[in-house]
T-cell receptor
Framework: AQSVTQPDIHITVSEGASLELRCNYS??????LFWYVQSPGQGLQLLLK??????LVQGIKGFEAEFKRSQSSFNLRKPSVHWSDAAEYFC???????????FGTGTRLKVLA | GAGVSQSPSNKVTEKGKDVELRCDPI?????LYWYRQRLGQGLEFLIY????????KSGLPSDRFSAERTGESVSTLTIQRTQQEDSAVYLC????????????FGPGTRLTVL
């Protein structure tokens, strides 16, 4: 069965520091991979997605993620974090051609001024 | 254009009561999804509607949960005889027909069962 693991429940970084949020998935074939962000009181917003092609994906708000098949990972990165990035981040996986997303349990990001 | 909207934003109910949660998808989106997000958990898929096809109800946790959708518009999620473990945020999302298309999420309904 497919699964998604986000090993870090909470992460705290200082404003201006770099950020990497980890995501590991379990799936036999090439999955569809997503990162969503959920700000307090807001719905989930898609940051970026990977289906095929270039393994480095650029998203909104300066985020990027890299698909590494050998490590079954899809880590989210940002070179310089802003205070407004404080939120909860969810990684999700879907099997190709289907609509069912499997979500990780999320990583809550705190940004120190 | 308007995004996905959900109502109510918050619902407090007593154990054993029935509740109805509403979702208005983005106009033109044929696919609609319901998810449940318990505190500290990821999102759990509940049900999927695509056009006039039979819905995929495989994620509904019990027969107390049901959902309907009128054509390609509004959907309601009904929970009968609510239990305390039903307390969660219920999220609705919509997308266009293709499975690879982005799911756009509403702000959710926070349900508290006392």
């Amino acid at each position: 069965a497919q699964s998604v693991t986000q090993p870090d429940i909470h992460i705290t970084v200082s404003e201006g520091a770099s950020l990497e949020l980890r995501c590991n998935y379990s799936y036999g074939a090439t999955p569809y991979l997503f990162w969503y962000v959920q700000s307090p009181g807001q719905g989930l917003q898609l940051l970026l997605k990977y289906f095929s092609g270039d393994t480095l994906v650029q998203g909104i708000k300066g985020f990027e993620a890299e698909f590494k098949r050998s490590q079954s990972s899809f880590n989210l990165r940002k070179p310089s974090v802003h205070w407004s990035d404080a939120a909860e981040y969810f990684c999700a996986v879907a099997t190709s051609g289907t609509y069912k997303y499997i979500f990780g349990t999320g990583t809550r990001l705190k940004v120190l001024a | 254009g308007a995004g996905v909207s959900q109502s109510p934003s918050n619902k407090v109910t007593e154990k054993g009561k029935d509740v109805e949660l509403r979702c208005d998808p983005i106009s033109g989106h044929t696919a609609l999804y319901w998810y449940r997000q318990r505190l500290g958990q990821g999102l759990e898929f509940l049900i999927y509607f695509q056009g006039n096809s039979a819905p995929d109800k495989s994620g509904l946790p019990s027969d107390r949960f049901s959902a309907e959708r009128t054509g390609e518009s509004v959907s309601t999620l009904t929970i009968q005889r609510t239990q305390q473990e039903d307390s969660a945020v219920y999220l609705c999302a919509s997308s266009t027909r293709e499975p690879t298309d982005t799911q756009y999420f509403g702000p959710g309904t926070r349900l508290t069962v006392l």
